[in-house]
């Protein structure tokens, strides 16, 4: 049996939270995730968070008519930029 990896540890483990901690956890390893990748300061980094915004926004992650439209809604979706 092979070992198990730390990505299987990690799947393992957020399968086995409840449903209102997943979205937690979900939402934090993506914020790490975007650090990672994206640097603090990359355009890069600034587009996820405002794809990320515009999720928070809508409730889920937004198609891109809906982005289109927050990007629409600076009063609403400040930072949003495109």
Do not use: C, W
């Not at 300061?41 to 992650?61: C, K, N, W």
């Amino acid at each position: 049996m092979a070992p198990t990896s730390a990505a299987d540890a990690l799947v393992i483990v957020f399968n086995a939270l409840p449903d209102e901690e997943r979205v937690e956890a979900l939402e934090r390893i993506n914020e790490a995730h975007l650090r990672v990748v994206g640097g603090e300061q990359s355009d890069t980094a600034q587009m996820l968070r405002s794809l990320q915004r515009v999720a928070e926004y809508v409730g889920h992650p937004a198609s891109v008519d809906e982005y289109r439209q927050a990007s629409k809604e600076p009063h609403e979706t400040r930072g949003v930029r495109h």
